[in-house]
T-cell receptor, first 113, second 110 residues
């Protein structure tokens, strides 16, 4: 099993450009999450999903949109990238019956110039 | 969601036992306590979770006093490879959200 896979792993954008980060999990997990981590900081929750077709806002949702059209995929979109969105983005998943173990991807490093 | 407070950093030496304490004064009745480890350029990794008293696995022990207002992650005989950031999280597992604080940066020296 691959676990949680994020693509792309690195991306450089210009201000105003759009892009989508893809998270895929092969563990049949119900819950999926998107976090961002700025240098020297902890992770902050952007959006999350409790199942296919559902999404909800986390701590810092502004400037991001998400979609969960398929259970195994959770997409994070930036419609108009800003330098403040330069960060490392982590996706995670959790089984519905699991009491707290999140499985994380390797991260996607995004730089907005 | 209960706010957590951890030391920003800790130093230790190889072979020592390390105890990292997390304060969560307003923990709710249904809240669990979960600890994660994060190495540079990697996603966090689950270490241990508990509700009360003591929990032990092959990696660490988690001590939770009766009032549950704090918890202590204990790492036995640390090695250089235990140098990482450790996060304490508190939350109701049915609430779906997991909030990470700033974590404790553990530096293990030879």
């Amino acid at each position: 099993n691959a676990g949680v896979t994020q693509t792309p792993k690195f991306r450089v954008l210009k201000t105003g450009q759009s892009m989508t980060l893809l998270c895929a999990q092969d563990m049949n997990h119900e819950y999926m999450y998107w976090y961002r981590q700025d240098p020297g900081m902890g992770l902050r929750l952007i959006h999350y999903s409790v199942g296919e077709g559902t999404t909800a806002k986390g701590e810092v949702p502004d400037g991001y949109n998400v979609s969960r059209l398929k259970k195994q995929n959770f997409l994070l979109g930036l419609e108009s990238a800003a330098p403040s969105q330069t960060s490392v983005y982590f996706c995670a998943s959790r089984h519905q019956k699991n009491t707290g173990e999140l499985f994380f991807g390797e991260g996607s490093r995004l730089t907005v110039l | 969601l209960a706010k957590t407070t951890q030391p920003i950093s800790m130093d230790s030496y190889e072979g020592q036992e390390v105890n990292i304490t997390c304060s969560h004064n307003n923990i709710a009745t249904n809240d669990y306590i979960t600890w994660y480890q994060q190495f540079p350029s990697q996603g966090p990794r689950f270490i241990i979770q508990g509700y009360k008293t003591k929990v032990t696995n092959e990696v660490a022990s988690l001590f939770i006093p009766a009032d549950r207002k704090s918890s202590t992650l204990s790492l036995p005989r640390v090695s250089l490879s235990d140098t990482a950031v450790y996060y304490c999280l508190v939350g109701d597992m049915n609430f779906n959200k997991f909030y990470f604080g700033s974590g404790t940066k553990l530096n293990v020296k030879p």
